[in-house]
């Protein structure tokens, strides 16, 4: 975009902050807190701040759990839309690009956009963004080149979901960005659906690390990122962001674990999957202990109590 261009751009931006059309268009109100609440420029030429290596290198330990759930998904996330001339960025909370993957040709004109580890894209700081305005309104989203609150970012495209941690705090989010101009709007939303879709597979991962010794189970519900972590006397100790919408529960700790039949129902009218595959599972333990409920429990890590707590439950005899 030329000089009159990025004149234009930022005229419109203006116009539109000073119009009345922030309560109809949740891109109009982003750009309203861009100028009037974090008093930024649209016409402002200088790119993204960047935090010195000290900085990131803090920001990444206190990450590193997330980081490391999220390398996997990365990667496939890549390989699906990297060779349309995409990067793929993980940013924390605070917007400040953590992780980056991208093609070797492609990696000076990202870096020269700013999209590159340890600069920040917080709206504060980059006002309209996808990253920042993501992190803001907490949803998947697009910012699609001239969206952007800044001139000299409407050449990108930036698709961004959010991602939550283990105990369903906002933890930073997942962007899918781009220089093309001839995006279509089918090819956008794909590549919404797969950021969202790589988005829920690192909290699950992330929540199947924090809780390594508690049983991971699904809700019987259409979400398959609503996930709880079950403990030996089958109290819910974890919930991630998913499954706590659907049991109305708030963000951290849980101070009052769940009886597991109440969250889950009875187990016999609950969904076949759940209730099958824990009867599976004692089963299998009872026939490996030779019909030993002692050993079975203890294989299971659980107490002698607990196991047959969980036969009569499940309706499973002593003899096989």
């Given at each position: 975009?030329?000089?009159?261009?990025?004149s234009?751009?930022a005229d419109?931006?203006?116009?539109?902050?000073e119009s009345d059309?922030?309560?109809?268009?949740a891109l109009?109100a982003s750009?309203?807190?861009s100028?009037?609440?974090?008093?930024?420029?649209?016409?402002?030429?200088?790119?993204?701040?960047r935090?010195?290596?000290?900085?990131?290198?803090?920001?990444?330990?206190?990450?590193?759990?997330l980081l490391r759930?999220?390398?996997?998904?990365?990667?496939?996330?890549?390989?699906a839309?990297?060779?349309s001339?995409?990067?793929?960025?993980?940013?924390?909370?605070?917007?400040?690009?953590?992780?980056?993957?991208?093609t070797?040709?492609?990696?000076?004109?990202?870096r020269q956009?700013?999209?590159?580890t340890?600069?920040?894209?917080?709206e504060?700081?980059e006002?309209?963004?996808g990253?920042?305005t993501?992190l803001v309104?907490?949803r998947t989203?697009?910012?699609?080149?001239?969206?952007h609150?800044h001139?000299?970012?409407?050449?990108?495209?930036?698709t961004?979901?959010?991602?939550?941690?283990?105990?369903?705090?906002?933890?930073?989010?997942?962007d899918?960005s781009s220089?093309?101009?001839?995006?279509t709007?089918g090819f956008?939303?794909?590549i919404?659906?797969?950021?969202?879709?790589a988005?829920r597979?690192i909290?699950?991962e992330?929540?199947?690390?924090?809780y390594?010794?508690?049983?991971?189970?699904?809700?019987?519900?259409?979400?398959?990122?609503?996930l709880?972590?079950?403990d030996?006397?089958?109290l819910?100790?974890?919930?991630?962001?998913?499954?706590?919408?659907?049991?109305?529960?708030?963000?951290?700790p849980?101070?009052?674990?769940?009886?597991?039949c109440?969250?889950?129902?009875?187990?016999?009218?609950?969904?076949?999957?759940?209730?099958g595959?824990?009867?599976?599972?004692?089963?299998?333990?009872l026939?490996?202990a030779?019909?030993?409920?002692?050993?079975?429990?203890r294989?299971?890590?659980?107490?002698r109590?607990?196991?047959?707590r969980?036969?009569?439950?499940?309706?499973i005899?002593r003899?096989?």
């Open positions: 975009m030329d000089g009159r261009g990025l234009y751009h419109r931006v203006l116009a539109a902050v059309r922030a309560a109809k268009s109009v750009w309203q807190r100028c009037r609440l974090h008093r930024l420029d649209p016409a402002e030429r200088r790119g993204p701040q935090i010195s290596d000290m900085e990131l290198a803090a920001a990444r330990a206190r990450l590193e759990p759930s999220a390398q996997t998904p990365l990667d496939q996330l890549f390989l839309v990297g060779s001339g995409c990067c793929v960025v993980l940013a924390d909370r605070q917007g400040i690009l953590m992780e980056r993957r991208g070797p040709g492609d990696d000076e004109t990202f956009w700013g999209l590159w340890g600069t920040v894209w917080s504060q700081s006002g309209t963004n990253i920042g993501c309104e907490r989203l697009t910012i699609h080149r001239d969206q609150f001139s000299r970012n409407t050449l990108l495209s930036c961004t979901a959010p991602v939550y941690d283990h105990e369903g705090h906002l933890a930073g989010a997942l899918v220089c093309r101009a001839d995006l709007e956008v939303s794909l919404a659906t797969a950021a969202g879709d988005a597979r909290e699950a992330a929540f199947r690390l924090a390594p010794q508690a049983r991971i189970m699904l809700l019987p519900a259409t979400d398959p990122a609503a709880i972590a079950v030996s006397d089958d819910v100790i974890g919930a991630t962001r998913s499954a706590r919408a659907l049991l109305g529960l708030p963000p951290g849980l101070a009052n674990p769940l009886p597991a109440d969250v889950l129902g009875d187990p016999q009218t609950a969904s076949p999957g759940l209730a595959a824990e009867r599976s599972a004692l089963q299998r333990a026939v490996s030779g019909g030993n409920v002692s050993e079975a429990a294989q299971l890590g659980i107490s109590a607990t196991m047959h969980k036969m009569a439950r499940l309706g005899g003899t096989h």
